[in-house]
């Protein structure tokens, strides 16, 4: 979790209490504590094994499920799919043509035949041509596979898709490998949007979602691909989508899945704190903690002690000289913590 | 990055140095015969890095060669150069050649049009044509009547404001029919939306149709498309889209279900000119050539994009050379010769499944119809030129010609056919109009496939609203 408060890779929302305990040098070494095991049984993997373990038991467990995209064959360029060509074959695991609306619109078709299509577009920022068929890739998601249940009065659905997609800042990724695309997506009835923070959560949102019967974005915070590390189970399992975790630390709540998000817990933490600061890496202006702020102002007006802040990424394209700039770090973090206590 | 940048501009050397010089061709020749030029040693390196020495050598020879040509007219090269002949390129072994030639972008001919019955309804002497029965002739020709006089009346319904919307098949009834006709129902029919009479050949009902077009509850569709957005799960026709050509990579996608799980079945998809020039075909016919999948595509070159004419839709010669392109075999047929496209669609379906590799047919026909009711095509086309479609080259009276000429056909049962349908038709309108629209939960169900909270609030919130302001809704959706 720390990890993921040091880098941000995932879109979370802290709600926190009012109590002077809050504050101070207490908040700082509670946000900047290394990641505490979390005592299941597993070993400590990084994340990219974890989302490679998951997408082995996926295509271990159900043999109409299928994995492609550009170089996934030799493994990826983030490692993801190591060994899995391998151990089942190039006709499960394969290579296609470099053009995402073709592997988004290729993996409705096969969605859509009743298997489980997992897609991996290689980075996030490489989305955007797909647009139709999710609507091309977007397209292709947002117009296709978010409609094609609805469209056809549950005639036909492509609930089998799940699109993978490495996404959010590296360090070093300049404008077209750092973007963070969630809110477009999240705009579009019909998908699911899921984020994890850590290794164990990625292999159990991973495998929720690829067994999920409506379609799926999965956004892998890249930079956590080999930095976050933590136990993970070794065999098969899921976690729930669409619930949100609190309380992992100072009433820290992490979304985990934006569409549909779990509005519940949200409200129920703000109602407690009376306070609420919403980060995500992506552009602050028209963000989905826009929406939340939204939300939340909505259901709890009144036990509101101060405006919900946000923290998030600055309403530039991603820069690669001035990331440390625009990233919604941990000053930012803290001093917007003291400011809406102190409101 | 830098090794394509490197081989790029040595080609480029290459080819301003031979503009500034006097070619030979004879000893050009010569040269190309000539033994292999032996690679330097660190041939150990990646293919691509043993075609840039390649061309480096090459031009290396080509500074030589100029040099002698000018200044001692020796026409041989030293025969301890020789140039390497054919390269083992990643993409496969090529030849050089000293010529600098470009393809051609067109060629003079244009690829012929495979035609069975000329305009009069007689077999052409030598046609290569499948046998059909008398029984599925009759089915053919009156599915293409129906067809026909479901379009007359349902674009009447819309003239009339029963319907919002429609979009006629007129002209391109033989495409509909022919190319269903050499299907089997278990293969996967992903549309456009100029191809209802695929539905129709596979049993889809005059009702069933109607029902779609006026979205009422008993719309598979459940009323959230507009009119002629069929689709049905029990006839492999997967659900029209307004946006066009994204079909195109579905189709793909679902004839890689077939190959793996061994299907004795293929899939087709439909688009027309215009949906040609989208990305998403040349995505798809790319991923099928390379996937090797059973899929069939049905180009309908119908002349026009709504108001766009083919030569503003691309400088190519049509559809069909595209396939050669992306390695997929093709073939170019008359879309106004039922026979023709009935027996081209059942051989593409035979190799796509035997061979299990993609087929392109382009039928060329003509869109003699508006492109839908919200169009009229004699703002940028005169009627002139729609009518003469409309004559000898119209499909269904091509085909009434050749099953009459059989005597399997007649004035009567013409007549009586038409009758019948117009009745039917009749009926269906009637019947569905009166039918109540689906249900508000329709609204907001198959989104997901269970609602989520925030649709179940919105529901409660919107029934909320009509039961207060009950006057200010349509009351013909039930709540």
Known sequence: MATNLRRFGSIFIRGFSSSSSVLGSSVEAHLLQPPVATGTAGKSINLYTAINQALQIALDSDPRSYIFGEDVGFGGVFRCTTGLADQFGKHRVFNTPLCEQGIVGFAIGLAAMGNRAIAEIQFADYIFPAFDQANTSTMLIVNEAAKFRYRSGNEFNCGGLTIRAPYGAVGHGGHYHSQSPEAFFCHVPGIKVVIPRSPKQAKGLLLASIREPNPVVFFEPKWLYRLAVEEVPEGDYTLPLSEAEEGISCELIDLKTLIPWDKETVEASVRKTGRLLISHEAPVTGGFGAEISASIVERCFLRLEAPVARVCGLDTPFPLVFEPFYMPTKNKILDAIKDTVNY | ?479
């Open chain 2, 1 to 479: 990055m830098a090794s394509s940048s490197c081989l790029t501009k040595s080609k480029t050397s290459i080819i301003h140095h031979l503009k500034s010089i006097k070619l030979n061709s004879h000893n050009l020749l010569h040269t190309i015969s000539s033994p292999p030029f032996p690679l330097p040693k660190q041939t150990t390196t990646s293919p691509i890095d043993s075609a840039i020495v390649c061309f480096q050598s090459l031009y290396f020879r080509r500074q030589l060669h100029s040099a002698t040509s000018v200044n001692n007219e020796v026409h041989q090269l030293p025969a301890e150069a020789p140039l390497q002949q054919v390269l083992n390129y990643p993409v496969g072994k090529v030849k050089f050649t000293p010529k600098l030639a470009f393809t051609a972008g067109s060629t003079e001919e244009r690829v012929p049009c495979y035609r069975v019955l000329n305009e009069n309804g007689q077999p052409i002497t030598d046609s290569d044509s499948l046998e059909i029965s008398k029984e599925l002739a009759v089915k053919m020709y009156t599915d293409m009547v129906t067809l026909e006089v479901m379009d007359t009346i349902f674009y009447e319904a819309q003239r009339q404001g029963r319907i919002s919307f429609y979009a006629t098949t007129t002209g391109e009834e033989a495409i509909n029919i022919a190319s269903a006709a050499a299907l089997n129902n278990q293969d996967f029919v992903f549309p456009q939306y100029r191809e209802p009479g695929v539905l129709l050949w596979r049993g889809f009902t005059l009702q069933e149709f109607a029902h779609q077009c006026f979205g009422n509850k008993y719309d598979n569709g459940k009323g959230r498309q507009m009119p002629i957005h069929y689709g049905s799960r029990k006839h492999n026709y997967f659900t029209v889209a307004s946006t066009v050509a994204t079909q195109i990579p579905h189709a793909v996608g679902a004839a890689y279900s077939l190959k793996m799980e061994k299907q004795d079945s293929c899939v087709i998809t439909y688009f027309g000119d215009g949906g040609s020039s989208t990305a998403d075909f040349h995505a798809a016919i790319n991923f099928a050539a390379v996937l090797e999948v059973p899929v069939i595509f049905f180009c309908r070159n119908n002349g026009w994009a709504i108001s766009t004419p083919t030569n503003e839709q691309f400088r190519s010669d049509g559809v069909v050379v595209r396939g050669k392109a992306y390695g997929v075999p093709s073939i170019r047929v008359d879309g106004n010769d039922a026979l023709a496209i009935y027996t081209a669609v059942s051989g593409a379906r035979k190799m796509a499944i035997e061979e299990q590799t993609p087929v392109l047919i382009e039928a060329l026909t003509y869109r003699t119809g508006h492109h839908s009711t919200s169009d009229d095509s004699t703002k940028y086309r005169s009627i002139d030129e729609i009518e003469q479609w409309r004559g000898d080259q119209n499909p269904v009276k091509r085909f009434r010609k050749w099953i009459e000429s059989k005597g399997w056909w007649s004035h009567e049962a013409e007549s009586e056919h038409h009758i019948n349908i117009r009745k039917q038709l009749s009926q269906a309108i009637q019947a569905a109009e009166r039918v109540e629209k689906p249900r508000i939960a329709d609204m907001f169900n198959d989104v997901y496939d269970v609602l989520p909270k925030n649709l179940m609030e919105q529901e409660a919130f919107i029934r909320k609203t009509i039961k207060k302001h009950t006057q200010d809704y349509p009351s013909d959706v039930p709540l």
